[in-house]
């Protein structure tokens, strides 16, 4: 079983930075793919990034591309999402979640695939 709890969020001024972090609990997340998605008020959950369990691949949404950047530090068992160059459409509510397929360097954008997910945090950007 693995927990997942977000941290890092907050309020900030349209072209500023967050960091935000995923701690997760249990020894198998290192094996596992995460991502970061986000829902924004009255939208569905949308894919913001993916990495898979090794660190070395990532994936964007394109509205984000170039700006965030995830990463993960499997020693720790945390992931990273930093942002940049913020906007205030990317206020949301953002949240890890990691995918129980062990080693697997397959890729999945949707919300459905993944299986373990932590409460939110929330990022408000403003103009």
């Known amino acids: 079983q693995v927990q997942l709890v977000e941290s890092g969020g907050g309020l900030v001024q349209a072209g500023g930075s967050l960091r935000l972090s995923c701690a997760a609990s249990?020894?198998?997340?290192?094996?596992?793919?995460m991502g970061w998605f986000r829902q924004a008020p009255g939208k569905e959950r949308d894919f913001v990034a993916i990495?898979?369990?090794?660190?070395?691949?990532?994936h964007y949404a394109d509205s984000v591309k170039g700006r965030f950047t995830i990463s993960r530090d499997n020693a720790r068992n945390m992931g990273y999402l930093q942002m940049n160059s913020l906007k205030p459409e990317d206020t949301a509510v953002y949240y890890c979640?990691?995918?129980?397929?062990?080693?697997?360097?397959?890729?999945?954008?949707?919300?459905?695939?993944?299986?373990?997910w932590g409460q939110g945090t929330q990022v408000t950007v403003s103009s």
């Open positions: 979640a990691a995918r129980r397929s062990p080693y697997s360097l397959e890729y999945s954008f949707s919300e459905r695939d993944y299986n373990y």
């Open positions: 249990g020894r198998t997340f290192s094996s596992y793919p």
């Open positions: 990495i898979n369990w090794r660190g070395d691949s990532t």
